[in-house]
């Protein structure tokens, strides 16, 4: 059973690392790493976990995994200094009532172990898929024909779903309900350590929404860099203006949070998630069309939490190892 995998962030990986007992699978990612927002970004020296934060664990299956000994040294707990912020009000102090974890040493390190010896095709984007007998024939943005497989699994956001399976796919309807929003990310590589009484903020009154230096997190190492994440309100307000504009945007609301005189920035860089929350989602694990054999996984199934990609994920690959095996 030959099974083609569009997009290697963690649903596709959660899925793809479950299927392996019982399928062939292919993966196609169009960047050229895996981990979609689970990211790291490398700007000379400087690194920055510049999409999701962290993940938390509340899933056994993931609990389960997060045990294992190849999983193990690839994550760890994450206890910043944690504190409410706003312009021109007084910081609260937060806490955080459940584990939150990063990958270690950087946030691709834990989908890059779950990528393990998956074949993968990076900076490869499927572009059709065709019916040729009972098999899908998947081509690539060039016509080129990327194989022919059995079952065809998306890991993509919703939109990018309907827009390649389209009416193909019985669950086509159910695709268009999950609605997404986008954020930008602003990397600020810094010179010296900031003078701040803490490592991370939620922002509230602001263009921005959190903020957070991202070498308080484990195993990190120098120089220094602040990861801020706009609101997705204001992201979609702002969603087309040129970067330049965006990132100086954002530089005047950092500084309306945090003394400009503090911060010995080094230089800037700009990263847009458009589609990085799931605003609303269908309610269901994935989305299966058994009698054309397509499927769809995704945050955007389940909610907003990286962990939810991840139950996806090997959700759909539970139901299948079921399915094919007494079929």
């Not at 007998?133 to 919703?158: C, H, I, R, T, Y």
């Not at 954002?250 to 949070?257: E, P």
Request: charged share 25%.
């Amino acid at each position: 059973m030959r099974i083609a995998v569009i997009g290697a962030g963690l649903s596709g990986l959660s899925f793809a690392h479950a299927s392996r007992p019982f399928a062939d699978i292919q993966l196609f990612e169009k960047s050229r790493g895996v981990g979609g927002r689970l990211a790291t970004r490398r700007a000379a020296d400087h690194e920055f976990d510049h999409g999701a934060q962290f993940f938390t664990c509340r899933a056994k299956s993931l609990e389960s995994l997060l045990k294992d000994d190849d999983f193990q040294s690839a994550v760890s707990e994450w206890q910043p200094k944690l504190v409410t912020l706003a312009p021109d009000s007084e910081t609260f102090k937060r806490t955080w009532f459940e584990p939150h974890y990063v990958g270690v040493p950087s946030m691709t390190a834990f989908p890059k172990r779950l990528a393990g010896d998956l074949a993968i095709s990076y900076s490869t984007q499927v572009q059709e898929i065709s019916r040729c007998g009972q098999d899908w024939q998947l081509k690539d943005k060039s016509g080129a024909e990327l194989g022919m497989f059995d079952w065809v699994v998306s890991a993509m956001p919703a939109p990018q779903v309907g827009m390649l399976f389209g009416t193909k796919f019985s669950e086509h309807r159910s695709v268009t309900e999950a609605q997404l929003s986008p954020c930008f990310a602003l990397m600020v590589a810094l010179r010296d350590r900031p003078r701040l009484n803490f490592e991370a903020a939620v922002v509230r009154q602001s263009p921005i929404s959190w903020l957070a230096i991202n070498n308080s997190k484990p195993s990190r190492s120098e120089p220094l860099g602040l990861v801020v994440h706009s609101s997705n309100a204001w992201a979609t307000a702002h969603i087309d203006e040129e970067p330049t504009v965006i990132e100086s945007q954002l530089l005047d609301a950092l500084h309306q949070l945090i003394d400009p005189d503090s911060l010995s920035i080094q230089e800037i860089h700009l990263q847009r998630w458009r589609y990085a929350k799931v605003e609303k989602a269908i309610g269901k694990a994935f989305l299966v069309d058994e009698k054309n054999r397509l499927a769809a996984v995704g945050d955007w199934c389940l909610g907003n939490r990286a962990e939810d990609a991840f139950v996806s994920g090997r959700a759909l690959a539970e139901h299948l190892g079921i399915t094919l095996n007494t079929s």
